[in-house]
Nanobody, 118 residues
Framework: QVHLVESGGGLVQPGGSLRLSCVAS????????MGWYRQATGKQRELVAS???????NYADSVAARFTIYRDNVQKTVYLQMNSLQPEDTAVYYC????????????WGQGTQVTVSS
C-alpha cells in the first residue's frame, strides 16, 4: 500500500519562503517520477513541478523562476522549495508519483495548506 504524506505548509507573507516535504512509503519512490501539485479553492488541481529519478526537473511557467523541486532517494522524500511566494500561490499542495503523461499514479494524501497573505 502506498502512502504519501505532505508537510511544511503554513501562513507566509508575500515574498516569503516555505519548504514542503513529501515522504513516500513503499518502493515507488526509487522507480518513479515524482511531482508536486496544487489546488486552489474553486480551481482544478495543477501540476507545478516534477522530478525524475535521475534528477531532471520540469516546472509550470507560473513557478519556474521561484520554486525548486528536489529529492532524497535514500530518505524517500521529495521537497519543494518555494521562494518569492505570492497570494496566487495560495493552495493545498499535494505530491504524487507520475505516469509519463503526467497523470497521478496513486491516491492523494491529505496535502498541506499554503496561504500567502499579508
Amino acid at each position: 500500500q502506498v502512502h504519501l504524506v505532505e508537510s511544511g505548509g503554513g501562513l507566509v507573507q508575500p515574498g516569503g519562503s516555505l519548504r514542503l516535504s513529501c515522504v513516500a512509503s513503499g518502493s515507488i519512490f526509487t522507480i518513479n517520477r515524482m511531482g508536486w501539485y496544487r489546488q486552489a479553492t474553486g480551481k482544478q488541481r495543477e501540476l507545478v513541478a516534477s522530478i525524475t529519478t535521475g534528477g531532471a526537473t520540469n516546472y509550470a511557467d507560473s513557478v519556474a523562476a521561484r520554486f525548486t523541486i528536489y529529492r532524497d532517494n535514500v530518505q524517500k522524500t521529495v521537497y519543494l522549495q518555494m521562494n518569492s511566494l505570492q497570494p496566487e500561490d495560495t493552495a493545498v499542495y499535494y505530491c504524487n508519483a507520475l505516469f509519463t503523461d503526467d497523470i497521478p499514479m496513486y491516491s492523494w494524501g491529505q496535502g498541506t495548506q499554503v496561504t500567502v497573505s499579508s
